[in-house]
């Protein structure tokens, strides 16, 4: 019988028991039938997509209902999923047309925006990727994996020193925060250029102490603990 509950949740309780029971075939032909019955629900589709996925199926999960979904019902969860399958089984330019689009109906989706320069990398499309990345951490500074990314890929462009000088810089400030409880630039993770130091020629010095000591994080220890400012009262006298 076609699986009709009342509400997502219920799907999602429902996926997690079968999964956990390993009854997942038997779930894939209740959520295929509740698909071709009621071809409009975006949480049915995405389910049978997610079963057909963990029996290590993707190639069949873009079969059924999940693209007339993604284009019926504008649900951006739908369009991104659709997007993971299609990463999933070797074809990036498609991702990244699904993943533009889960961007377009919910531009506060970090994830998608992150796959489409991770598709670009594997086409190797690099510079595009990289333009791209710098982008995304406009919008979304606190993805971390996004700073890690875009320093790969300037390594890969052969622009080693500005992903080293990058890299020093981020270290450098890190360390500061982890003995003065604050970053130069805070957030941590924030590190752009809407988002300045609060001490440029500081953040600068210690990112040299980093790079002309080849990136000794001792280096960098010593010469915080051994400044004038860390010798300071943290209270006013």
Known sequence: TALDPGSAPSIDAWFAAAKASGGLAAMEARLAASAAAKPGRAEVAMRLVDARVERGQPERAEEGSLARVAALTGDSRAWQRRGVVLQETGREE??????????????????????????????????????????????????????????????????????LEFFAKAVANRYWAHFFGRGIVAPLDDMRITNPPSNPALLEALTVIVTSNGYSLRALSKAIVTSGAYRLASEPV
């Open 94 to 163: 498609e991702a990244i047309a699904a993943f533009a689009r889960a961007v377009e109906l919910s531009p506060g989706d970090e994830v998608s925006d992150q796959r489409i320069a991770n598709c670009l990398v594997k086409l190797g499309r690099d510079a595009e990727a990289l333009a791209h990345y710098q982008a995304h951490l406009l919008r979304f500074p606190h993805v971390a994996v996004s700073w890690s990314n875009a320093a790969i890929t300037l390594c890969r462009l052969d622009r080693d020193r500005e992903a």
